[in-house]
């Protein structure tokens, strides 16, 4: 069976405008050559620190912004260089949770407005039917029926992002991007928005895009695991052999800071150094040499591509195996 959601070589680039007559001076290498699938019923995380392009990769995927370059490919059917007039019949199958649930609901909308806008936009249901949606809705992220008639301001942010899920489910999609989508909630709150998307997707076969960078989320909700730095993927994998056995030293450091709920196990830290670099002005070779504990002359000068480092994992590191930092 062929993927729901295939990404090849995806960049986007934003230009950079300096002097007195506003000419381009440089690009910001967001998202520089990023590929994965995503299939049907599966969550794959997207991972890394503030500013690696994550968030970028799942605004290209969704059209929010054109991409420079790549593909994406929805069903098959590709829709990267779609105009706004066929892309809009597509929409209907791709939706998305922001990070914010403050911003992110209209506070002049009533949750009764808030919801049925996307069914009326296209055209899924009216009058009783409606009704009968929006309630439907309501029941399945476990919010009371009597929410329909009240402001977003009247809720926790937890029960906003609840609505902001509700409003996502609202059109039936196959495809919804989790942009961040726990991070700004209280930790038993997270945990529970967590729980209630898993059930969401056992309950109607969701393919979710869950950007992230807390990898302590990402274990429990996951099925494949990709990680990002600045720019582009360094390893991929199923959760169960990224978590046990990461192959890329970014990798590790990241599972290295993860907290371990047992103040009896041994943990090495691997503690980087230096900044990341400009996204402007990327390093040459391998983009991690900067910060990377294991450099050597190769990486300096040569990209390392992503290539198998087991069964469905792959890493883009010049070191066939890299000493493990992280210890049970």
């Known amino acids: 069976m062929s993927p729901l959601l295939e990404v090849t070589d995806l960049r986007k680039h934003f230009p ?30 997207l991972v890394g620190e503030s500013g690696c392009g994550k968030s970028t990769v799942g605004r290209a995927v969704l059209r929010l912004f054109a991409p420079t370059s790549g593909e994406v ?29 403050f911003s992110s609901l209209s506070p002049r909308m009533k949750v009764r407005e808030i919801l049925a806008e996307p069914i009326r936009n296209f055209d899924l249901a009216r009058g009783a039917a409606l009704e009968q949606r929006l309630i439907s809705l309501l029941d399945k992220v ?3 029926r009597d929410a329909l008639d009240r402001f977003p301001h009247e809720f926790s942010g937890g029960q906003r992002q609840r609505i902001g899920i509700a409003r996502a489910l609202a059109p039936e999609p196959e495809l919804i991007v989790c942009d961040e989508a726990v991070s700004a909630l209280d930790v038993s709150v997270k945990a529970q928005i967590v729980n209630l998307l898993a059930e969401l997707q056992d309950e109607l076969g969701l393919a979710l895009l869950f950007i ?13 695991v990709a990680v990002m730095y600045l720019g582009k993927l360094v390893e991929i994998a ?9 192959r890329h030293p970014y990798t590790q450091a990241l599972l290295s800071a993860v907290p371990v709920p047992d103040p009896t196990a041994k943990r090495q830290r691997m503690i980087l150094t230096g900044d990341v670099p400009s996204p402007i002005h990327p390093p040459s070779g391998c983009r991690f040499h900067t910060r990377c504990p294991f450099v050597f002359d190769r990486c300096r000068t040569e990209e390392p591509a992503l290539r198998p480092a087991g069964a469905g994992h792959q890493a883009a590191c010049h070191l066939e195996q890299p000493p493990s930092a992280v210890a049970a």
């Open 73 to 101: 490919r929805l069903d098959g059917e590709r829709i990267d260089n779609l105009p706004a007039a066929q892309l809009r019949r597509l929409r209907q199958r791709m939706q998305v949770v922001f990070q914010d649930p």
């Open 16 to 45: 950079v405008q300096g002097g007195v007559l506003g000419r381009t001076t440089g690009f910001v290498y967001a998202v520089d050559g990023v590929s994965f699938d995503i299939a049907r019923g599966e969550t794959l995380s």
């Open 142 to 144: 476990r919010l009371p």
């Open 212 to 224: 992230s960078h807390d990898l302590a989320i990402v274990e429990h909700l996951t099925h494949r």
């Open 238 to 246: 199923d959760r169960r052999s990224l978590f046990a056995a990461p």
